[in-house]
């Protein structure tokens, strides 16, 4: 998988400006950067783009589902099969070094933070 | 055979009528009447259903499964689906969203009267649950040829 931008997809970039799912993410720190795992069923590797630029961080994917022909909807919950949600990403993190897995419809994101940003405990001394 | 749910019978207008109800029910407007098993709006996994004359397949919106640990059964019309999806979240990191449903959960599905429920199979593939009832044969429509 890879992190780098597709850059020309206009078909994607078009779809963005559709009804767009926003999929639900957990986020988590630890000391040496921080994790985004995010919900998208259906979204094979193949159909999922993330994407960096500057300091954003946009996350879109299409959802395949096999539908014999001519099947009717006896109900819908999910009405569109495009997942799409960006994030703002701060000067302390490496967006060129994020480690992107995809396992059973579950998007996990790990964006590590520079070593010398990482805290430090700050010890204090008696005087 | 591909396809999506965008294209399919659901106008403007059966958004606008299902957002209205959404709304009654949860302002608690009107007294409503809903079928008995079925969940409060919102609730975990969503599920699209789709029908052909031979078959009603069930699609289950619930990635990080274990599909083994998925408990399907099906008596007579009435198809359950339980299982449970557990994420530990540790007090050892900050957590700053924790927006991914975790828990247990169980969806009781009231299907077509002419399905048949020895004949039902189950697929999980990247985080959808595929369940696929066939319809008995005497349901499905015939031709009829004038001799």
Redesign the interface.
Same mark, same amino acid.
């Given at each position: 998988m890879t992190t780098q931008a597709e850059t020309n997809n206009p078909d994607l970039a078009a779809r963005r400006d559709t009804a767009a799912l926003r999929p639900?993410? %957990?986020? *988590?720190? %630890?000391a040496e950067g921080i994790t985004v795992?995010a919900?998208? $069923? #259906?979204? @094979?590797k193949e159909r999922l783009h993330v994407h960096v630029d500057a300091n954003n961080l946009q996350i879109d994917g299409e959802?395949?589902? !096999? *539908? $014999? !022909? #001519? @099947? !009717? @909807? *006896?109900?819908? %919950?999910?009405?569109?099969?495009h997942f799409s949600r960006s994030f703002t990403l701060s000067n302390e993190l490496e967006p060129d070094k994020i480690d992107a897995r995809l396992? %059973? #419809?579950?998007l996990t994101l790990r964006i590590p933070k520079h070593p010398e940003q990482r805290p430090r405990k700050i010890e204090v001394r008696a005087g | 055979m591909f396809g999506t749910f965008t294209g399919l019978p659901g106008s403007l207008f059966d958004d606008l009528g299902r957002l209205q109800r959404e709304l009654d029910d949860a302002l608690g407007r009107w007294p409503t009447t809903a079928e008995l098993r079925s969940p409060s709006v919102g609730s975990w996994p969503p599920l699209n259903i789709g029908a052909t004359p031979e078959r009603v397949d069930i699609y289950l919106f619930a990635p990080g499964l274990d599909p083994e640990a998925l408990d399907i059964s099906i008596q007579q019309n009435l198809l359950t689906i339980a299982g449970e999806r557990r994420i530990e979240r540790g007090d050892e990191t900050r957590w700053y969203r924790t927006e991914r449903y975790s828990g247990e959960f169980r969806r009781a599905l009231t299907l077509p009267e002419d399905v048949d429920p020895d004949r039902v199979d189950a697929s999980y593939r990247d985080g959808i649950l595929q369940v696929t009832v066939h319809r008995r044969q005497s349901a499905q429509p015939r031709r009829i040829s004038v001799s």
């Open positions: 639900p993410v %957990d986020i *988590l720190e %630890d795992m919900d998208m $069923p #259906g979204v @094979a959802a395949r589902i !096999e *539908l $014999p !022909e #001519g @099947a !009717e @909807a *006896l109900h819908a %919950d999910v009405r569109t099969t396992k %059973d #419809g579950v | -």
